[in-house]
């Protein structure tokens, strides 16, 4: 049996980041590092970066710092929170469930903890294989390529980087549709069901897309099999695109133009919206939506905008993560002879 055998597996769980508090001067960070990555932002850097750091950098984080103030919890970052729940449930499953140890460690892409600090806490577990997860359900070289990225850079120098396995999407997996459609049940058994249900993923230039970006691909089968998991007919659901930044074309219909056309036409009522591109909730759901947009709609003429939560740290959300962690470590664990696998 070699070394790499009997060290535990490591598993690198990722998402976007969040500046660490909300004043100004952390925000300014955190865009700072986000608005620099050139998956992001891929304009020439001698156009762009005089222009991030000559007017978006200076007028930019006042107003973003108020956003994050809004929707911060009492132990900081929601995104980040709801993030160390996720890593906390499946360290737990995979601890009940595996003889093979495994070592789930959180990074960032932007901010802390970061990607580098989730490899070293890896590292000094003994890890010599890791599995990089990043939590993005769809693909886009926006958001899991510049992990990958991310993680290349920081193993660059190490003398003896470990050997790695990707998840790339699960946009289409049956636990994770399972899990969004649970969701929107629960809401309806709650709140009713409102007159249209809107899916909201964050929108990308589509200039992106002109260059190979298969994101609103992967978009558009979660949406249809969302729908079909709740026997929705194409006139109950609508798919929309959130935050555009710039000036150039992004994936359209633009979410916060629908909503205002909806409240001033009058036929639409009610909305529920949800956002299945997002893991965990954050400034672009509970903001955006749950504020920036409800407003949109309901000052136009509509009655009511209701968010559905991201799913969290739910349970069904946890296990499905846990399972599809287990899937792609095949080769790599041995489960427990008598401990049956997470529900998912």
Known sequence: MSRDDTAPIGVLFTNLGSPDDTSVAAVRRYLREFLSDPRVIDLNRA?????????????????????YASVWMD????????????????QA?????????????????????????????????????????????????TTVATTFDKVSEVLEDWPEPPQLRQINRYHDDPRYIDALAASVREHWAT?????????????????????????????????????????L???DYKVCFQSRFGREPW?????????????????????DVMCPGFSSDCLETLEEIKEENRDYFESNGGKALRYIPALNDRADHVDMF???????????????????????
Request: hydrophobic share 40%; glycine share 10%; with cysteine.
């Open 191 to 231: 709140h009713g069901r409102a007159d249209k249900l809107v899916m909201s993923f964050h929108g990308i230039p589509k200039r992106y897309v002109k260059q190979g970006d298969p994101y609103p691909r992967d978009c558009g089968e979660t949406a249809r099999l969302l729908a079909e998991a709740l026997g």
């Open 233 to 235: 007919t194409r006139n």
């Open 251 to 271: 994936l359209q219909p633009y979410l916060d133009e629908t909503m205002k056309a909806w409240g001033a036409a009058g036929e639409i009522k009610t909305v």
């Open 75 to 90: 132990e900081g970052s929601p995104l980040l929170i709801y993030a160390r729940h996720q890593v906390a449930g499946i």
């Open 93 to 141: 499953r995979l601890d009940a469930e595996l003889e093979t140890p495994v070592q789930v460690a959180l990074g960032m892409r932007y901010g802390n903890p970061s990607i580098e600090a989730g490899l070293e806490e890896l590292h000094a577990a003994g890890c010599k294989r890791v599995l990089v997860f990043p939590a993005y359900p769809q693909y886009s070289a």
């Open 47 to 67: 156009l762009w970066l005089p222009i991030l750091y000559g007017v978006i950098l200076t007028t930019r984080p006042r107003n973003s710092a108020e956003g």
């Open 322 to 344: 846990t399972q599809l962690i287990r899937q792609e470590l095949a080769g790599w664990i041995t489960p427990k002879p008598s401990a049956p696998a997470s529900a998912g």
